[in-house]
């Protein structure tokens, strides 16, 4: 299993993002991608998920109607697009992945990417 995360970078509050992840090495359609961040001293939270084979979505409540997490299955990856950001945003994101239904434990996910930063300035 093998996840790959592109897109972070430096941007002004109020400005959108991408994020995509991009996945390897496990059927797709069976398991959950979700996307985590961490900032700097705080513990890793989950942002959002996604079940690609059945469509299921979910968000964390401080990103509901600002992020959205979408999947191209046909090219194996998830996208989070990340509107109205706010400098509370800045964090290292990680994607990650688990077999069956999502949730937002970190400790349930076995597959994780290596990480991409966003910063956002005010």
């Known amino acids: 299993v093998q996840l790959v995360e592109l897109g972070g970078g430096l941007v002004q509050a109020g400005e959108s993002l991408r994020l995509s992840c991009l996945a390897s090495?496990?059927?797709?359609?069976?398991?959950?991608i979700a996307w985590f961040r961490q900032a700097s001293g705080k513990r890793r939270e989950g942002v959002a998920y996604?079940?690609?084979?059945?469509?299921?979505?979910d968000y964390e409540y401080s990103v509901r109607f600002r992020f959205t997490i979408s999947s191209d299955n046909a090219k194996n990856t998830v996208y989070l697009q990340m509107n109205s950001l706010k400098p509370e945003d800045t964090a290292t994101y990680y994607c990650?992945?688990?077999?069956?239904?999502?949730?937002?434990?970190?400790?349930?996910?076995?597959?994780w990417g290596q990480g991409t930063h966003v910063t956002v300035l005010s």
């Open positions: 996604i079940t690609p084979g059945v469509g299921a979505t």
């Open positions: 990650a992945a688990k077999s069956g239904t999502g949730h937002f434990l970190s400790t349930g996910y076995n597959n």
């Open positions: 090495g496990f059927d797709f359609d069976d398991y959950t």
